[in-house]
């Protein structure tokens, strides 16, 4: 009852109580606690009703800053509304992206991406990628492109498009389906190795498996499928050992486009190759940070540079 009275507090106090900084924020923040007495109210006690909660929230953007080191004030701009980018209407651009099953290209035209109030990070980048097409990007702002394009910051200006879909016009739900993402520190709920590979029971037991061998996890499996599935991961896997697992739950879904931040493990060579084995058949843009990186690539792309490095 307090936070509705908060609410209507609010909303009776006029701009001469409050400066308008003050009162803006003021209604943001309740609009924020309404919201997440809806998404919690009701016990959580499944793993997928985990998911469910901390998608919905990291839809409003303010859940992935403490996950992916994004400011809040960065946070706040893409739960306050998105980028209207490009063209077309959204119903036609969802009609787009569910005819998209298979690799796509990427096409980025005068993307500017920022922090806050701050500079922009990228400045004016214009890419194509291919379809297929394995493209390393190296420099300074990849996290922030990644970011960008998964629409956990707002850009300021310019667009982006994956096929014929502009991906800041179409529906959280859908653009998830259309990229997947490998990032720096994947992020995990609470349960099972099966709840975190497949919180909502949608993939056979038979393609989960197949995802930890295919990344080089098979040893998880070791005192069987059914007891190791069943079993709480959690302190059991190193760095890039969960960028492994991260590698695997993305294969499930094997989205069009795939987005690879750079890890800090000393077997970060090892989630790479395991990337590029298990995507074949997706357009993959990768960190790149050694020469033996950029052998992986069919390109490589320098952020802050007009040419990409053969």
């Not at 009162?23 to 923040?29: M, S």
């Amino acid at each position: 009852c307090s936070v509705y009275s908060l609410a209507v507090l609010a909303v009776v106090m006029t701009p001469k109580m409050l400066d308008q900084g003050s009162f803006g924020l003021l209604i943001v923040f309740c609009v924020f606690v309404l919201q997440s007495l809806e998404t919690f109210g009701q016990p959580i006690g499944e793993a997928q009703s985990e998911l469910d909660a901390f998608c919905r929230l990291c839809d409003r953007g303010a859940a992935l800053a403490p996950a992916l080191g994004v400011p809040a004030c960065a946070a706040a701009e893409c739960s306050t509304g998105e980028a209207r980018v490009g063209g077309g209407d959204e119903t036609s651009q969802r009609r787009e992206a569910g005819c998209i099953k298979d690799a796509a290209a990427l096409t980025i035209r005068g993307l500017c991406v920022g922090y806050c109030d701050g500079p922009d990070v990228i400045q004016e980048l214009n890419l194509d990628v291919t379809a297929q097409e394995r493209v390393g990007i190296a420099g300074l702002g990849r996290t922030t492109l990644f970011l960008a394009l998964r629409r956990a910051l707002q850009v300021r200006s310019g667009s982006a498009r994956v096929g014929a879909v502009h991906t800041h016009r179409i529906e959280p739900n859908t653009l998830r389906d259309l990229i997947g993402v490998i990032p720096q520190e994947p992020v995990y709920i609470e349960g099972t190795l099966r709840q975190n590979l497949d919180p909502l029971e949608e993939y056979s037991l038979e393609a989960i498996v197949e995802s930890l061998f295919a990344v080089g996890l098979g040893r998880l499996l070791e005192d069987g499928v059914a007891a190791a599935l069943a079993t709480d991961f959690s302190g059991c896997l190193g760095p890039s050992e969960l960028r492994l697992l991260a590698v695997a739950r993305v294969r499930l879904r094997r989205p069009p486009l795939l987005l690879v931040d750079s890890g800090r493990g000393a077997g970060e060579a090892l989630v790479k190759d395991a990337v590029l084995a298990c995507f074949p058949q997706s357009t993959i843009l990768i960190a790149v940070d050694s020469p033996e990186d950029h052998a992986r690539c069919d390109r490589v792309v320098t952020l802050g540079s007009s040419m990409g490095v053969p």
